[in-house]
């Protein structure tokens, strides 16, 4: 528990600083979503890009790792999406509580945690995790929010006359920098290229604000003024913290040990990322489509407290 709780620290502390801020006032009710914004448009792109364009297929062409950390995340996320549209909520809003319970925090908590528990060897499978969290279900929720608000439109008449749904959305998401850019960048690698080292210096610059300013963004929106909750708020944020924590786990188990075989190590760092909690990304899409923030923040916070318990306990029984 301790090394968990290290790693976990900064997180509570970027978003205390955000709340801090927020409440003393030196940072106004615009924040949020300037910060927020900021992530998505530059800090974010500026990681994806980076992240695919050094994903150099020698070293991250684990094909067992792949569809057993791949198919669960995925796989959660569709039966999240699935419930949540059974209970009539709207398909933007159940894409995001589906990244809720599918998106883990590889990126931020994973790399720490799979050396201090496995060693430098567990480095290369974590990078798989994290591309395949920030990139695949990531696009995969994003086309169905797009997808979910073009709809919406259309049917109100605010697409416009003539204007297909499939045409609008398609149009949305090439023009979405968090699509676009790990697009870009996975064209690197496949060409034979590298980046320059100016490049490569603003890429780590930018691309490395992007977690924390993710963070206190969430802590500014924390410190607001909060809307009463919907009736079921709570019932539906145990769900998926639930299904973020404990079915997601058990199932890349499932798949990496009794489908796919994998070896010991592979097996044990698929299980630790999909333990993981849920990441930031999905509170940064849901507060800058407007659909779920605030059920989101409560996912992010709850599911990031249980962790420092569950993951270390994990590791204590694989011990």
């Known amino acids: 528990m301790p090394s968990t709780l290290l790693v976990v620290l900064p997180i509570f502390a970027l978003v205390f600083s955000g709340c801090l801020v927020r409440r003393i006032g030196v940072l106004g009710a615009a924040a949020t979503t300037e910060l927020n914004r900021f992530v998505v448009f530059l800090a974010l792109p500026a990681l994806l890009f980076d992240v695919t364009a050094h994903a150099h297929g020698s070293a991250i062409w684990k094909p067992g790792f792949i ?27 159940a894409a995001v509580d589906g990244l809720n ?9 994973g790399f720490p945690l799979a050396l201090v528990a496995f060693g430098p060897e567990a480095l ?6 994290a591309i ?4 695949g279900v990531f696009a995969v929720a994003i086309a169905l929010i797009e997808t979910g608000l073009r ?12 204007v297909p749904v499939w045409r609008a959305v398609a149009r949305s998401l090439v023009r979405n920098p968090l699509l676009v850019a790990p697009a870009l960048g996975a064209l690197v690698p496949s060409a034979g290229l590298t980046l320059p080292a100016p490049v490569e210096t603003f890429l780590k610059l930018l691309g ?60 044990h ?7 993981l909690p849920t990441g930031t990304g999905p509170f940064m899409l849901a507060e800058f489509y407007r659909r779920e923030a605030d059920l989101t923040a409560t996912v992010v916070l709850v599911s990031t407290v249980l962790a420092v318990v569950t993951v270390p306990a994990y590791l204590a029984v694989i011990a």
Do not use: W
């Open 124 to 129: 290369a499978p974590t990078t798989v995790a």
């Open 132 to 135: 395949l969290t920030v990139c």
């Open 151 to 162: 709809v919406e439109a259309a049917a109100t008449g605010l697409e416009g006359p003539g």
């Open 269 to 275: 760092v698929a299980v630790l990322m999909a333990a």
């Open 208 to 267: 490395g604000a992007a977690a924390p300013c993710a963070l206190v963004a969430l802590g500014l929106f924390l410190a607001q003024k909060r809307r009463p909750r919907s009736r079921g708020q709570g019932r539906v944020a145990a769900l998926l913290v639930g299904l973020k924590l404990a079915v997601h786990p058990l199932l890349a188990y499932g798949l990496g040990r009794y489908v796919f075989e994998l070896p010991p190590l592979l097996l």
């Open 101 to 109: 319970a599918g998106y883990a925090n590889c990126g931020f908590m």
């Open 67 to 93: 569809a057993a950390f791949g198919l669960s995340s995925l796989a959660v996320f569709s039966v999240t999406v699935l419930i949540r549209r059974g209970a009539g909520r709207p398909l933007a809003d």
